[in-house]
């Protein structure tokens, strides 16, 4: 279902860092099956796709509702209360047009007068619905939102109307959201304790927004369970140890970026999602490789000259869509006024595949090696697989540069500036420290 090949990055490993890295992803995978490693009351992803099994039903059931009451359901969350679910949808519905639900718009990412007004607008001869996703419900971009499109539901249709097409996913006793939804009557589903935001993309998190977008979310997490069982292997032939290994081999001679690179644009929001795993799993203690990306060939035509010539301090991640869903030929033509014609009864995905092979090798003799992940196809059983090949990756990977994987300790750092410009109750020395501090700049 998923190999990955190190072809285009092996000049740039050495055979005993190979073997030493071996031992040490080894370890840490010893580390995380038995609890005894940083951040171990953040397990809960390793066997969750198993335990979701039995949620589908109510999941479904629910998502079920919300299509028949909804022409637009809003999805409220900002970092893995959404990016896993966006990632997903992106990924398996049609370019051009909705799969078998409601549309699905996500707000509460961001913090835009202008969208939040505009979605208003749009939704004035909508029936929509709202599934508002925090732990606390007290996040700053969630909460604004959901406060804001819950009042718009509520002088559409009535407190009680409201009151059954909104859908709160939360902690399971505690905190402001909890709260609202045992005092309002709204379904819930629970975020587990012990599953952070970035890996909670299998939970109902993900899995409601999924359901309610048509896609079959009993495949998704078979595709993950498969995983779990072919990732166990403690060798460098475990793709996820070819991986790890890889990258901090790269790691370790100075490369400091790490370009996630796809020539698929579906994959686009699997990027931001990966970015946010690894950024937020290893990005501490002045350690960790940054993770960007960029969508080919597209982007080679604005980023290629600097990773191809530019400083060498990155390496590329490369997935690849073995089979396409859909495909088709070049025509000939008599004038072949563009050229093209040696390219005749050729497919597209064959010429894409050709442009990522020659720009592999073009990036690897320039000094931008490339570890290239390939997966038969895109469907929601591999979509499953790849999101635990990836948390597992990252898991190891943190224990490997010595981090905890599982905690974001600098996140609160621009919460706490931003609180203090807002003069928020609370924070009132932090308000005269940061004003003064304006004056002075």
Same mark, same amino acid.
């Given at each position: 279902? +998923?190999?990955?090949?190190?072809?285009?990055?092996?000049?740039?490993?050495?055979?005993?860092?190979?073997?030493?890295? !071996?031992?040490?992803?080894?370890?840490? @995978?010893?580390?995380?099956?038995? $609890? &005894?490693?940083?951040?171990?009351? /953040?397990?809960?992803?390793?066997?969750?796709?198993? @335990?979701?099994?039995?949620?589908?039903?109510?999941?479904?059931?629910?998502?079920?509702?919300?299509?028949?009451?909804?022409?637009? &359901?809003?999805?409220?969350?900002?970092?893995?209360? *959404?990016?896993?679910?966006?990632?997903?949808?992106?990924?398996?519905?049609?370019? /051009?047009? #909705?799969?078998?639900?409601?549309?699905?718009?996500?707000? $509460?990412?961001?913090?835009?007068?202008?969208?939040?007004?505009?979605?208003?607008?749009?939704?004035?001869?909508?029936?929509?619905?709202?599934?508002?996703?925090?732990?606390?419900?007290?996040?700053?971009?969630?909460?604004?939102?959901?406060?804001?499109?819950?009042?718009?539901?509520?002088?559409?249709?009535?407190? !009680?109307?409201?009151?059954?097409?909104?859908?709160?996913?939360? %902690?399971?006793?505690?905190?402001?959201?909890?709260?609202?939804?045992?005092?309002?009557?709204? %379904?819930?589903?629970?975020?587990?304790?012990?599953?952070?935001?970035?890996?909670?993309?299998?939970?109902?998190?993900?899995? +409601?927004?999924?359901?309610?977008?048509?896609?079959?979310?009993? =495949?998704?997490?078979?595709?993950?369970?498969?995983?779990?069982?072919?990732?166990?292997?403690?060798?460098?032939? #475990?793709?996820?140890?070819?991986?790890?290994?890889?990258? @901090?081999?790269? *790691?370790? =001679?100075?490369?400091?970026?790490?370009? /996630?690179?796809?020539?698929?644009?579906?994959?686009?929001?699997?990027?931001?999602?990966?970015?946010?795993?690894? $950024? !937020?799993?290893?990005?501490?203690?002045?350690?960790?490789?940054?993770?960007?990306?960029?969508?080919?060939?597209?982007?080679?035509?604005?980023?290629?000259?600097?990773?191809?010539?530019?400083?060498?301090?990155?390496?590329?991640?490369?997935?690849?869509?073995? #089979?396409?869903?859909?495909?088709?030929?070049?025509?000939?033509?008599?004038?072949?006024?563009? $050229?093209?014609?040696?390219?005749?009864?050729?497919?597209?995905?064959?010429?894409?595949?050709?442009?990522?092979?020659?720009?592999?090798?073009?990036?690897?003799?320039?000094?931008?090696?490339?570890?290239?992940?390939?997966? %038969?196809?895109?469907?929601?059983? @591999?979509?499953?697989?790849?999101? *635990?090949?990836?948390?597992?990756?990252?898991?190891?990977?943190?224990?490997?540069?010595?981090? #905890?994987?599982?905690?974001?300790?600098?996140?609160?750092?621009?919460?706490?500036?931003?609180?203090?410009?807002?003069?928020?109750?609370?924070?009132?020395?932090?308000?005269?420290?940061?004003?003064?501090?304006?004056? =002075?700049?």
């Amino acid at each position: 279902m +998923l190999n990955v090949n190190v072809d285009y990055v092996k000049p740039a490993i050495d055979s005993s860092d190979k073997k030493a890295l !071996e031992q040490e992803i080894a370890s840490a @995978h010893e580390k995380l099956e038995n $609890g &005894t490693g940083k951040g171990n009351d /953040f397990l809960g992803w390793l066997e969750l796709a198993k @335990h979701m099994k039995h949620q589908v039903n109510d999941i479904n059931t629910v998502a079920s509702r919300l299509k028949e009451s909804s022409d637009v &359901t809003l999805v409220i969350g900002i970092g893995g209360s *959404y990016l896993g679910a966006k990632a997903t949808l992106e990924a398996l519905k049609p370019y /051009f047009k #909705n799969n078998d639900g409601p549309e699905l718009i996500f707000v $509460g990412h961001h913090i835009s007068s202008e969208y939040m007004a505009d979605l208003t607008d749009y939704l004035e001869d909508k029936r929509f619905s709202i599934n508002v996703i925090s732990k606390s419900g007290t996040t700053t971009e969630p909460a604004l939102a959901f406060r804001h499109f819950k009042t718009l539901l509520e002088n559409k249709v009535g407190k !009680e109307e409201a009151s059954k097409r909104i859908v709160a996913t939360t %902690d399971k006793e505690k905190g402001a959201l909890r709260h609202l939804a045992i005092q309002e009557g709204y %379904d819930t589903f629970v975020i587990p304790d012990d599953v952070g935001g970035r890996y909670s993309v299998l939970t109902p998190v993900g899995l +409601l927004p999924i359901a309610i977008s048509g896609t079959d979310v009993d =495949q998704l997490l078979d595709g993950a369970i498969q995983a779990r069982k072919d990732f166990n292997e403690r060798t460098l032939d #475990n793709p996820v140890y070819q991986y790890v290994m890889a990258r @901090h081999s790269l *790691y370790r =001679q100075g490369k400091k970026l790490e370009l /996630f690179i796809h020539y698929e644009p579906k994959l686009a929001f699997l990027a931001e999602w990966w970015k946010q795993l690894f $950024g !937020e799993s290893e990005g501490k203690e002045n350690k960790g490789l940054y993770p960007a990306s960029a969508g080919f060939t597209t982007d080679l035509h604005s980023l290629g000259q600097y990773i191809q010539e530019g400083e060498r301090h990155l390496f590329e991640t490369v997935i690849s869509i073995n #089979n396409a869903s859909r495909d088709f030929k070049i025509p000939q033509t008599k004038a072949n006024l563009d $050229g093209l014609n040696y390219l005749s009864d050729q497919s597209i995905d064959t010429i894409n595949k050709k442009a990522m092979q020659g720009t592999m090798l073009a990036h690897l003799d320039g000094g931008a090696p490339s570890i290239l992940i390939e997966v %038969d196809t895109l469907d929601a059983v @591999h979509l499953g697989y790849l999101f *635990y090949f990836f948390e597992l990756s990252v898991a190891l990977s943190g224990y490997v540069l010595g981090v #905890n994987p599982f905690d974001q300790p600098g996140v609160e750092a621009y919460k706490k500036n931003m609180f203090a410009l807002l003069e928020k109750p609370g924070f009132e020395e932090e308000t005269k420290v940061i004003k003064e501090r304006l004056k =002075q700049s």
